[in-house]
Structures are given as structure tokens and as C-alpha cells.
């Protein structure tokens, strides 16, 4: 479903939607001819739960992310051409080149840290809520992470220290499995976590938690407008998982692009290879949300394709900026480690 | 000029920044550690308890909530109570905290204080006996401060939190009782600035933490046989004050130095190599080191004294630098 | 209740089990207040039911690891009290060299691993142990005593997951007695019963009086037989009180006095003691005399360990490295 938006704001959504897929899918390239290396962790897939969760926020607010935060930053309005600079390590880059796609940071808009090390971040989660609680300044914390986090120690104990001092903080778990091509994942899911489903493990420290289809935009805005509104009012931590499927570029070691995305697929797949086509055609939730435009007659195809080419352009110039920032000068290693 | 208890002047410092300065929040609460005067904290609960928060057993939950905290706003004194026990939260400590202003290219900064006690307590034995600080120094991003006196525990601690860098406040509980000359509104103590514990001509011994302390008794058995001993305390291990130990060093050409952390990459392990490095000229004889043994911590006493850089091995040491 | 296939001998042994550590804990606090011993000691007066309830259902090559409380673990696990009240007293005759202290008591030959000053520091181990003993195939089990206050930390809940998820023959015994070291439970966190994490996790468990020995028996009794026939994890979960401080030298200040004579009522000597009356299988005077036994052991354990020599200082370059 849609979510109960005037229609400049779902077409920004759509826009922003966009904006990761094409972000996303432009480092494949850049990485694979070794313009950047390390690793890298693309949210294609992921976009119907970043951009609507991260549009109820204040623009005040703090989130956390992980090492798959391109999408997160860009749905909260980072420049794609700073990202990308950070993610090749330039010296525009929003970090200066000091952390990279891990660690790409954007305080003025709420993200003070991204950390790589799985769970990292939800015990720093509940701090900047136990500041803000102190502070009184009403600002509440959104911590994004994936379901791979919830096998660390750190989150239980993170938990419970959010349900024992009722700290405002949104715990945000986007379930990415691996199972089926069906929207729902299947039960009995994980080799590597005991606990099914998901939402027992903050349940039992007696937060109130969800488990909801990530693919669906509007369920999302829905259920996460209302969590806020419920830790704006004091009344502590809420959790959501949020499910989605896999994207099949994120199977091999290296991400790859099983199809470069076209809003025209949102209504024919069969230039997909078969492998990938059935991702595409039924959990693709950029894909899906545009279709959802058109049938609700919020948007023509024609509007979808414009937003959609004004977005390659921009990711084009960005591409441009990054490739053109200098490195950071070598000696700039040793500075500004300490305030 | 009065003179208090080393206890009292740690409680003096926490009351005087948490009145300061209503950012000041404390995670957890051993600050006097479980010593009989452990009550006097409590008068701490009274005045601030609102900014008092008392976690479960959860280092590694709490460090990353005093970290977070400080990147939003507060200024956390977070307790690890045992020094040991940051082990538990060292990817919190490690990971993020030191991090985390680096990696946002100076955006993000981390004025959290992670407080411990660390060293030789009495019948510790392996897990309560830890002395991470050397461990921690390798560790870049993160400030060290470590108190010897009374005078130096509030000085050093109101830099702590005034400084906008994560910092490691490294206490030692055999401190708690000292007493020492503390003026009334004494001005903090800058970090980077080590202290001539003791003046001297015929050895630089340098020490921190207790071991300053049994570095003086040591000098005090060392002047009945002529051998003027000058007692150096860096006080801070990040930033380091090289350049007070070289001059020190200038004056009496011999250095030993004496720490509570193991010998294998330990603190003095790390001073000589930079007293190696810089002042190899200035010195008559060899570098000597009386550092706790290469073996994890024995619980029974007769072998927790062996081990430790007590004040007989620092008296042979210092006897041999001048033989 | 026991049930009436119970063997009175077995019963009257546990009983006097169960004294022999309420003797040796009492001893150790004794030599403690005349300074005999030092450094950090921890007594399990008030827990015996769960250790000898718990620890009589295994055999000698099962594996068992303690915390910080564990004394009475060791010596219901079939430890010798000269050599543990040697160790506690720092000597070179204790089972560690006097290297390891209250804390950290290890005696391999009985199955008790070691025991740790970290909370929840052995649970870990306790996998790796169950993980070790299922890849053997003899039927080998671990169990691993902890506290209320392991159940906030990180490790245990990631112990949980994998135990559960590679069905690992551990035997989880949570004894929880209100407190994690001067705080109540509720200070720590809104759950109430620890068994609820083990459900989470898809473990059975179950929660037990944990000063009835019967009680904790079956549970025992019942969650090894599960664990030998590879059936996986159990959690129990034992309410019990300590009653001394948390570790001597606390004067409990924070504890209510009405709470301590609440759970002295429940003492759990005495209540298997009137159990066994009951059925007339012990009368008073033999209940002095196994009292007065196990004090009489423990005085010679006690004798044993100060009249033992200290370890000579060059011991410490001794046991770093194998």
C-alpha cells in the first residue's frame, strides 16, 4: 500500500527511492575497475523501508547505521556526490576519506557514527536516547541495523539498558534473508539465530515489538509514524523488524547488477535473466512502489521515467564529482585523531 | 596547606564537576571502589542522583551507552570498577569510542571518561588484577590519565572531563587511603605535563600510579646509602611528556622504570623505547625496567608479591644503574 | 516429595553432602574474620540444595564450570576439601598451586573445569566443552553454574543461541538468588525469571524452588537424561538466597532483615532433614552426628591448609605456557 501522503511527498519518496537504487548500482563499476576498494554493502531492495521510516523523523533526531547505510544517509538527504567522495576515499568526501562506505557520517543530519562491527552501534544507540532524555531536548534515536546483529551480546544488553530506563529509542531491524522469492520469510529461518521469530528476543525485556513486510512503503511509514509518536509521548523503546528479501546481486562475494534498473521493469521483467527475475518482478520495492503510483493514479509512467532520468543525471555529476575529488594528502593520517 | 585523603579529594573533584556542569552524568558507581568509604559516595547519590545511573552487569551494553551518550551531548564518567572488566567492552572502547572522531574526519567527538582501577589489589588473583592501560596505549584516539596523589587524582579528573577525547582514567585502589597536600580551589591539571615527584640527581626513576608511591619509599631507603633518587610521574600516558624525563635524564644520566603493567609491551616497555630513541646519548649505563612479571596473576600473596615491580626489585634496580 | 523408590541411603547422603558444605563455608568465613584468608571470597551458605541437587546427577566425567560462588559446586561435584580449603587459603598444596584462589578453583579429576571472577565468564566454556563432548559420542554432558546477574550480560545470551541452535548437551543452571551483587534483580532488569531467555530461545526449561533438594533433583535428574540422549540444551532455574553478603565483608546493608529470616525458615538442610524424619529414615541424633562429621572433615581441611607451606615465589614462572 501507499502511505497516507499528499502526492509531492510520495513522489519525493519515490525520488529518494530512486536516488539510492541508482547510487547503489553505480559503485559496481566504479568498484570493479578499482577506483575504490575494500568492502562495500549496497541497500538495493532494502529502499521501501529506509526512505518512508526515515521521512517520520525531526530533522533533529539521531539514527545509526551500519556498513549498509548508502541508503539510509541518502534517504535522510545526504549528497550523493559527498557520499560517493567518502566511499572513494576523497578529501570531499563527508568524512574527509578518513572512514569510507563503513563509517560515512552526517552529523548535521543526525548520523554522529557508523560503525562496521556488527551490533556496534545499538549499545551507542541507547546513549545518544539516555542524552537526550537528560538533555530534555525531545530528540529521539532511530538504530538501524540487520538481523545478523540480534547474535551479538550487545544488543540483549542493550535492550534491556533501553527497557530499564525507558529511553526513547527506535530499534529498527531490517530483516534482509535469504528465503524464497515470496514476500514473507520463511519460518524456522536462520542457522544462525535460535530465536523465532525475531521480535521474542526485545519482547522478553517487554518492548513492544513488530514484525512487518519491509516491501510494503506504506505499512512501513504507517507502523514507524506511530512508534515515534509513541516514544515522542515517553512511553520507552519500541522495536519493528521489518522483512525483506534478499537482493540477488548481494549472493556472490562482490555486489553485482543482475539488471540495471528501469522503471519500465516495474511492468515487464522479461529482459531479466531468469535467475533474477522472479526478485525483480515480485520483492523489488522500488519496483513495486512505483507500480503502486500508477495503479493509484498518483503518477504517469511517463512522471515516474522523468523523475527516474533527472536521478541518473544527478548520480552522473556525482559519479563525476567523486572520480575528480583529490586524495587527501598523506600526512593528513597523522591529523585530527584527537579534538 | 591541608592536607586530605586521597579518597576525599577524588570525592571533592566529582562533586565540584557534577555541580559544574550538569552535562556530567556517572555510569555506574564504584568511584571509591568497595573500600570502607565507599559511604561517602553515596552523598554524591543525594546532591546528583538524577545524574547517577546504576546499570546491570553489562560492560559492554553500558561503555556503548556512555559513548553514545557523549556523542550527543553529555559528558559521561563511566565506571568499569575493576580494570579487568573493560575487556568486556573493549570493542565499545576500542572500536567506537577511539575511532569514532577520526573516522568522521573530526566531525563526531567522544567526551566520554571510562574510570577503573587497575593493578596488584591484594588476592585479585588472574581476572580482578588486570592493568590495561598498556594495552589501551596501543590503541590511538584514546587520552590516559593516571593519578598518583591526591593532589594529581582531582587535578587529573577535571581534565578528564573537560577534554572533548574519550580518556581512560587509570585508578589504583591502594591510592585510596594516601594522604597529601591538596590547596583549596586548585587549578586542573593539564594534560601532557608530568610531575618531579621527588627531586634528585643520581637516577631518573620513573613510575606512575601506585607505583609511584613505592617509588618514593624506595628513594627514601636509597638516600641512607647516598644515592639520590629523582622520582618522575608522567601522570598522563596520552599525551606523554617525553621532554620532562629527558631533561631528567640530562641531569643524572641513569633511568629506571618502574609499572605495574607487564613487561611485554608494557608502559615501560614503551618509555624506554622512546628514552632509547631520543635521549640514547644522554645515558651512562643501560635502560632498566621493574615491571610485573610475563605470568598471569597467582592468587596466593606470597606469589602476588614476587610478581609485582615491588620496592625491593626497584631498590636492586636502581643500585645496579649506578654500580 | 520424594518419590518412594527413593533410596533412603542416597538421600542420606546428599544430606550429608550438603552439610559437608555448609561446614567448609562456614569454616572459610571464620578463618576470613581472623584473616587466615584473604583477597576476594564468596560464600554459597543458604545454596547447597542447588549444588548437590544438581551436580549429584553426574558423573565423575561430566564437565561443570562455576562463577565467582562456587566452592559448594566443587564439593558437590566430588572435589577434596583439603585440597580446595588449600587453595582458598593461598597454599602450595591447594588444587591451583594457590595460583587461582576462591575464584578461580579448577579440580580436573572430579570434572570441575574451573570456575571464573567474570560473571557469566564460563558460560562460553561450558559450549565448548558440550561441543567437545557431543563430537565424542560417549554420551558426556557440561552444566554450568551462574547467577541472576550473568542474565544481563552479552555472553550469555549469545550461549544460549548457539547451544540451541547446534543442540549442544549443557545443562544451564541459573541460580538465582534476588541479587546481583548489592542490587536486586528488578535493578537490573524488567524480567523476572530467567528461564524466559531460555524460551526464547527455544530451550526447555523450567523453574524450581531451589532450597528443596527434591525439587532441584528431578529437574536435574530429568534434564540430564534429555542431554545424554542428544536432545539439547536445558535451562533450570533454581530461586534460591544466599545468606551472607555477596562476598565477606558486605554487610548486606541493602538486604531487608525480614528477608533474611523469611528464607532462613527455608533453610534447605533443614528441610531435607525433616523430609527424611518424616519417613523415619533418619532420626535427630544421627542428623547431629552427620553435622558434627562434616565439621570434624572440614576442621581437619582447615588444619590441612594453614599448616601447609606457602608456594615458593619461583613458582610463578611455573604453568604460563604448557
Known amino acids: 500500500m501507499l502511505p497516507k501522503l499528499p502526492r509531492d511527498g510520495l ?48 530533522s533533529d533526531d539521531y539514527l545509526f547505521t551500519t556498513h549498509r547505510n548508502h541508503g539510509h544517509l541518502l534517504a535522510r538527504g545526504a549528497e550523493p556526490k559527498r557520499l560517493l567522495a567518502e566511499i572513494l576515499g576523497r578529501v570531499d568526501g563527508l568524512n574527509k576519506g578518513k572512514g569510507g562506505s563503513f563509517h560515512s557520517v552526517a552529523p548535521s543530519l543526525g548520523f554522529l ?12 544507540s541507547t546513549g545518544t536516547a539516555y542524552a ?146 522472479e526478485w525483480y518482478h515480485s520483492c523489488d520495492p522500488l519496483l513495486v512502489f512505483v507500480r503502486e503510483l500508477v495503479e493509484a493514479q498518483q503518477a504517469t509512467k511517463d512522471d515516474i521515467a522523468a523523475i527516474e532520468r533527472q536521478v541518473k543525471t544527478e548520480i552522473a555529476a556525482a559519479v563525476e564529482f567523486a572520480v575528480a575529488s583529490p586524495y587527501p594528502k598523506p600526512e593528513e593520517a597523522e591529523r585530527n585523531f584527537f579534538a | 596547606m591541608r ?39 553515596q552523598n554524591l547519590a543525594k546532591k546528583y542522583g538524577d545524574r547517577m545511573m546504576m546499570p546491570p552487569i553489562s560492560e559492554l551494553g553500558f561503555c556503548g551507552l556512555a559513548t553514545g551518550a557523549a556523542m550527543a551531548g553529555l559528558r559521561p564518567i563511566v565506571d568499569l570498577s575493576t580494570g579487568s572488566f573493560i575487556y568486556e567492552a573493549w570493542p565499545q572502547v576500542a572500536n567506537e569510542a577511539a575511532n569514532a572522531y577520526s573516522m568522521s574526519g573530526g566531525q563526531t567527538r567522544v567526551p566520554v571518561v571510562f574510570h577503573l582501577f587497575h593493578g596488584l589489589r591484594g588476592g585479585g588473583a588472574a581476572q580482578h588484577s588486570g592493568s590495561p592501560q598498556a594495552m589501551l596505549w596501543n590503541c590511538p584516539g584514546l587520552e590516559i590519565a593516571i593519578p598518583s596523589s591526591p593532589r594529581d587524582v582531582k587535578g587529573l579528573l577535571k581534565t578528564a572531563v573537560a577534554s572533548d ?34 627531586a ?42 617525553l621532554a620532562a624525563i629527558l631533561s631528567s635524564i640530562e641531569k643524572t644520566r641513569r633511568v629506571v622504570i618502574a609499572d605495574e603493567t607487564h613487561q611485554s609491551c608494557g608502559v615501560a616497555a614503551e618509555i624506554a623505547a622512546r628514552i632509547a630513541e631520543t635521549g640514547f646519548d644522554k645515558l651512562k649505563t643501560r635502560i632498566r625496567r621493574v615491571s610485573t612479571l610475563d605470568v598471569p596473576v597467582s592468587y596466593s600473596p606470597p606469589l602476588e608479591d614476587y610478581i609485582g615491580p615491588s620496592e625491593s626489585r626497584i631498590i636492586d634496580a636502581v643500585r645496579a644503574s649506578v654500580a | 516429595m520424594p518419590a518412594k523408590k527413593d533410596d533412603s541411603t542416597e538421600l542420606i547422603d546428599l544430606l550429608r553432602r550438603m552439610w559437608l558444605i555448609r561446614a567448609f563455608e562456614e569454616k572459610v568465613s571464620a578463618l576470613y574474620a581472623a584473616r587466615e584468608i584473604q583477597g576476594l571470597v564468596h560464600l554459597g551458605i543458604g545454596q547447597e540444595a542447588t549444588a548437590v541437587g544438581t551436580c549429584s546427577q553426574l558423573k ?102 548457539i547451544a540451541s541452535l547446534w543442540k549442544l548437551p549443557v545443562i544451564f543452571v541459573c541460580e538465582n538468588n534476588g541479587y546481583a551483587e548489592f542490587t536486586p534483580l528488578s535493578a537490573h532488569t524488567k524480567i523476572e525469571r530467567l528461564a524466559q531467555h531460555a524460551k526464547t530461545y527455544g530451550i526447555p526449561n523450567s523453574t ?115
Open chain 3, 60 to 161: 565423575p566425567d561430566d564437565y561443570v564450570f562455576g562463577g565467582h560462588r562456587s566452592h559448594g559446586h566443587a564439593i558437590a561435584k566430588g572435589a577434596d576439601i583439603n585440597r580446595l580449603m588449600a587453595e582458598i587459603a593461598g597454599r602450595a598444596t591447594g588444587y591451583c598451586a594457590g595460583k587461582g584462589g576462591s575464584m578461580h578453583i579448577a579440580a580436573k579429576e572430579c570434572g570441575f573445569i574451573t570456575a571464573t571472577g567474570v560473571v557469566g565468564g564460563t558460560i562460553p566454556l561450558a559450549l565448548g566443552a558440550a561441543f567437545a563432548a557431543k563430537e565424542r559420542k560417549k554420551g558426556q554432558l557440561a552444566m554450568v553454574f551462574f547467577g541472576d546477574g550473568a542474565g544481563q550480560a552479552g555472553p550469555f545470551h549469545e550461549s544460549l543461541n
Open chain 1, 113 to 124: 557514527h557508523s560503525s562496521g562491527v556488527v551490533a556496534g552501534i545499538i549499545p551507542l
Open chain 2, 200 to 241: 634528585g640527581s643520581d637516577v631518573t626513576l620513573i613510575a606512575t600510579s601506585y607505583t609511584v608511591q613505592v617509588c618514593l619509599r624506595a628513594a627514601e631507603k636509597l638516600a641512607k646509602e647516598k644515592i639520590n633518587v629523582e622520582v618522575v610521574d608522567p601522570r598522563t600516558l596520552v599525551p606523554f611528556d
Open chain 2, 3 to 41: 592536607e586530605i585523603a586521597y579518597y576525599e579529594a577524588k570525592f571533592e573533584a566529582l562533586d565540584e564537576i557534577m555541580a559544574a556542569d550538569q552535562r556530567v552524568h556517572l555510569i555506574n558507581g564504584t568511584f571509591l571502589s568497595l573500600s570502607p568509604h565507599r559511604h561517602v559516595f
Open chain 1, 132 to 277: 537526550a532524555k537528560a538533555l530534555k531536548n525531545g530528540r529521539i534515536t532511530v538504530c538501524l541495523f540487520g538481523d545478523g546483529s540480534l547474535e551479538e551480546g550487545a544488543a540483549p544488553e542493550a535492550f534491556n539498558l533501553a527497557s530499564l530506563n525507558k529511553l526513547p529509542v527506535l530499534f529498527l531491524c531490517e530483516n534482509n534473508g535469504k528465503y524464497g522469492a515470496g514476500r514473507a520469510v520463511a519460518a524456522g529461518q536462520s542457522s544462525s539465530m535460535a530465536a523465532y521469530p525475531l521480535t521474542d528476543l526485545p519482547k522478553a525485556y517487554k518492548i513492544p515489538a513488530q514484525q512487518i513486510d519491509g516491501i510494503d512503503a506504506g505499512l512501513v511509514h504507517a507502523t514507524v509514524s506511530e512508534a515515534v509518536e509513541k516514544i515522542r509521548g515517553g512511553e520507552g523503546p519500541q522495536f519493528i523488524e521489518a522483512q525483506t528479501v534478499r537482493w540477488p546481486g548481494s549472493e556472490t562475494n562482490w555486489p553485482s547488477v543482475p539488471h540495471p534498473t528501469d522503471s519500465s521493469l516495474a511492468w515487464d521483467v522479461s529482459a531479466v535473466a531468469e535467475k533474477a527475475r
Open chain 3, 208 to 322: 524450581v524452588d531451589g532450597n528443596d533438594l527434591f525439587a532441584v533433583r528431578q529437574a536435574a535428574r530429568k534434564a540430564v537424561e534429555q542431554a545424554r540422549a542428544g536432545k539439547g540444551p536445558i535451562f533450570i532455574e533454581c530461586l534460591t538466597h544466599r545468606m551472607r553478603g555477596h562476598y565477606e565483608g558486605d554487610p548486606a546493608k541493602y538486604r531487608e532483615l525480614s528477608q533474611l529470616a523469611e528464607w532462613k525458615k527455608k533453610d534447605p538442610l533443614a528441610r531435607v532433614a525433616k523430609v527424611l524424619k518424616a519417613r523415619k529414615w533418619i532420626a535427630d541424633k544421627e542428623i547431629e552426628s552427620i553435622g558434627g562429621e562434616a565439621r570434624a572433615l572440614v576442621e581437619k581441611a582447615a588444619a590441612f591448609a594453614l599448616a601447609s607451606p606457602w608456594p615458593a615465589p619461583a613458582e610463578v614462572d611455573s604453568h604460563v605456557t604448557a
Open chain 1, 11 to 58: 513522489l519525493e519518496l519515490c525520488r529518494r527511492m530512486f536516488l539510492i537504487r541508482h547510487f547503489e548500482e553505480s559503485l559496481v563499476p566504479l568498484h570493479d575497475k578499482g577506483v575504490f576498494g575494500g568492502h562495500y554493502h549496497l541497500y538495493i531492495g532494502q529502499e521501501a523501508t529506509g526512505v518512508p521510516a526515515i521521512s517520520c523523523l525531526r
Open chain 2, 165 to 198: 577525547n574519550p580518556t581512560i582514567f587509570v585508578d589504583h585502589t591502594k591510592l585510596l587511603d594516601l594522604r597529601g597536600e591538596v590547596p583549596e580551589n586548585d587549578k586542573p591539571i593539564p594534560f601532557g605535563v608530568a610531575d618531579i615527584k621527588r
